[in-house]
């Protein structure tokens, strides 16, 4: 028998949360790969977009918190343009950022980052980190 994936199965209030925040259905994503292909940071990332979808399907938001996934996402909208469902991934993983901010955890203090890594990080990383402090 093939166990299919529905709300009913998941009963995570927070699932519910980052869907109402994003205005996103995670359970609209069947898993084509377009988002994580596209991902000019998808290197860096622990999870790729898709298993962000992937485990969030499965209630398994915690884990998502925890993944540096959601801080590395540049909210360039590269997976949102290309998702064929029209999901809007970075308002998810923004959703996932404003979730992890509200539990006072995961901010980053301009003043710890090394010199050396400043003059080699690209300005958007910057300031999308600087905005989703500041969100």
């Keep these: 028998m093939l166990y ?9 209030r927070s ?16 898993q084509c790969g377009n988002c994580s292909s596209g991902c000019p940071f ?26 540096e996934t959601i801080w590395v996402c540049s909210t ?7 998702c064929p469902k029209g999901i809007d ?5 923004e959703a996932f950022r404003t979730v992890k901010l509200r539990k006072r955890a995961g901010q980053l203090d ?10 080699e990080l690209p300005p958007i990383a910057l300031v999308g980190c600087f905005r989703k402090k500041t969100a």
Excluded: H, W
Excluded at 43 to 61: C, E, H, K, S, W
């Design 110 to 119: 301009p003043y710890q980052i090394d010199v050396d890594d400043l003059r």
């Design 4 to 12: 299919r994936i529905s709300k009913k199965n998941i009963r995570d």
């Design 42 to 67: 998808v290197d860096y990332m622990d999870l790729t977009p898709n298993q962000v979808l992937r485990l969030a399907q499965f209630g398994q938001i915690e884990r998502i918190l925890a993944s």
């Design 15 to 30: 699932l519910e949360r980052i869907e109402e925040i994003s205005g996103q259905s995670v359970f609209d994503c069947y």
């Design 76 to 82: 360039c909208l590269q997976c949102s343009t290309r």
């Design 89 to 93: 991934v970075a308002k998810l993983m």
